[in-house]
């Protein structure tokens, strides 16, 4: 709850922040524009449930901002996070200065606050007062881009639209400080004309005389609270900071263990994130902590208590990677006992491996048909042709394999040399993906005719390829290091695989497949002939299908 409240609060006031800039930025039409789009922005914002809604949403937004800050038990953080922070509490302290006097006046004062009146006072009487605002302007806009960020950039549909945002992001508010500027050069050409200050300010009804010196006073009381009261409850929340861990430490540590035998003391309370941060243990975490985007999620294995539950949110997040019930979001738990965590993601995972993906990512036990496809003599072509040129080939080769993988339903595991790995029936049953390895071998062996065609001038003799398919149970999931992490499988049916395609060489076929693969496809494979093999590391022979050319299997619709 206390997650959604800040993101609505924070969502409330970028709509206002956006509405106000979009307003600003009409002053590169005319003054006049200004003037009229700022009507119905104020009977909005300035209307009851419009006022409570903006200044319920800037309350809300600093204390949960402050209170976010002192749940933590250590302010190690990455450096946008740290700017986002240091800017959201600066923006009560500048604006303090910019909404008392204008929406402060004419609320309790009367003064029609304009935008003749502002720009009037901060580009012809006080420009520093401009500057300032004009900077103001550039910190919220940038403290609500950048939670935005942190929020939608989880969102499986961001990396298609970053660009297009970014762009939004960096025009509105240079159409804005534009269109400002435009509008104070209109004021101040005004100005110039005798007599148009004098009426401006009648117009405003500004206090005369007597009055003058009672509405600065008034804005300069309540400007004071705003920002001596943000200043206090800062420092409430350092204080409350270091009484906290004096009281924790009393009530004695706990020790984590990382892999590769390090271990950490921490006091109750403190989130393994934390730990991992404050002892600098790298640990990814592209959401910052907030428990949204999974990354930071681990392995816990000994505990000398049980675990605290895990919140309805972070429930709903492991629910949704599929989560074994020893996996935990590490920036959402706080141990009250001794454990030991293996952190399961690299650090430098990106926002991608927070959507809510294939169930199979952290492992589990499947039956697939695994293809492997390998080209014949290549090392022969190799060092008889330049460097480039192998390069040249074999970037065709993979692409045009590739492609055809990717088209029949098939996931393209890896390239392996001059070889190609894919993996069938991932999602859609095992029959389903025998069809489509099938499927695949047929447009391997027929893109293959036509990149020989292709690729003619650039070859002494015609590209060969040698293809096994076998359909097995195997054990599938995200395995490998750092960027190297994929999606892949392992088990005795991706080993009898790989020697189906060998066992090509000694048939002079191009395609070997196991006669249950094709039983299991419903494929009539009659008319190829079979063969009883020997296969290591199993005690009965195996029944297989030799096909010489793949091309020749029967057509399959997908």
Not at 128 to 147: F, K, N
Not at 174 to 186: Q, Y
Not at 388 to 405: K, S
């Amino acid at each position: 709850m206390i997650g959604r409240l800040r993101l609505i609060s924070g969502l409330v006031l970028f709509i206002y922040v956006t509405t106000h800039l979009l307003n600003h930025a009409l002053g590169l039409y005319s003054l006049d524009a200004m003037r009229a789009a700022l009507v119905p922005l104020e009977a909005v914002w300035r209307s009851p449930p419009g006022t409570v809604a903006l200044y319920g949403a800037l309350l809300t937004h600093v204390v949960l901002v402050l209170y976010g800050l002192y749940r933590r038990r250590d302010l190690r953080m990455p450096a946008r996070e740290v700017v986002q922070v240091v800017m959201g509490l600066s923006v009560p302290l500048l604006l303090a200065g910019h909404a008392i006097p204008t929406r402060g006046l004419a609320e309790f004062l009367a003064v029609d606050d304009g935008y003749d009146f502002v720009l009037l006072n901060i580009w012809v009487f006080s420009p520093r007062d401009g500057i300032a605002q004009a900077l103001l302007t550039g910190i919220v806009w940038l403290h609500g881009c950048l939670g935005l960020y942190a929020w939608l950039r989880l969102k499986p549909w961001f990396r298609a639209w970053a660009g297009v945002l970014f762009a939004v992001a960096l025009l509105v508010p240079v159409l804005a400080l534009l269109g400002f500027v435009e509008g104070g050069r209109t004021v101040a050409r005004f100005a110039a004309a005798p007599g148009w200050i004098e009426a401006t300010l009648g117009d405003s009804n500004l206090p005369t005389d007597d009055a003058i010196a009672a509405a600065v006073a008034f804005a300069d009381f309540w400007t004071n609270v705003v920002v001596y009261g943000t200043l206090a409850l800062i420092a409430v929340v350092i204080v409350g900071r270091q009484i906290r861990s004096v009281v924790d430490r009393w009530r004695g540590l706990i020790e984590i263990a990382y892999p590769g035998g390090r271990q950490v003391k921490i006091e109750r309370g403190t989130s393994v994130l934390e730990a991992s941060r404050r002892s600098g243990v790298p640990h990814a975490s592209v959401c910052g902590g907030r428990g949204r985007c999974s990354t930071c999620r681990v392995r816990v294995g000994w505990t000398e208590r049980d675990l605290p539950p895990p919140s309805a949110e972070e429930e709903r997040v492991l629910r949704r990677i599929s989560a074994p019930p020893n996996v935990r979001l590490a920036c959402q738990l706080r141990p009250v006992g001794d454990l030991d965590v293996t952190p399961l993601l690299p650090v430098d995972s990106g926002a991608e491996r927070g959507h809510a993906g294939a169930t199979y990512r952290g492992g589990s036990e499947r039956e697939i048909a695994i293809l492997f496809a390998d080209l014949r003599s290549f090392t022969r072509f190799a060092e008889q042709k330049l460097p480039y040129d192998v390069v040249f080939v074999l970037n065709r080769y993979f692409a045009t394999m590739g492609a055809v993988v990717e088209r029949c339903g098939g996931h393209l595991d890896k390239f392996i040399g001059d070889g190609v790995m894919a993996l069938f029936g991932l999602d859609v049953g095992i029959e389903r993906g025998c069809l489509q390895a099938l499927a695949a071998a047929r447009g391997m062996a027929e893109e293959l005719g036509h990149l020989n065609t292709a690729l003619a001038h650039d070859l002494d003799s015609p590209l060969r390829l040698g293809i096994g398919i076998h359909a097995g149970p195997t054990i599938v999931g995200e395995m490998g290091y750092a960027r190297t992490m994929s999606i892949t499988a392992v088990g005795d049916a991706v080993n009898i695989a790989s020697r189906m395609e060998t066992m090509t060489k000694d048939f002079g076929a191009q395609l070997v497949v196991s006669e249950d693969t094709a039983r299991r496809a419903g494929v009539d494979l009659s008319r190829f002939p079979t063969q009883k093999v020997d296969v290591r590391g199993r005690t009965e022979a195996m029944t297989v299908r030799v096909i010489t050319v793949a091309a020749d299997l029967p057509e399959i619709a997908l």
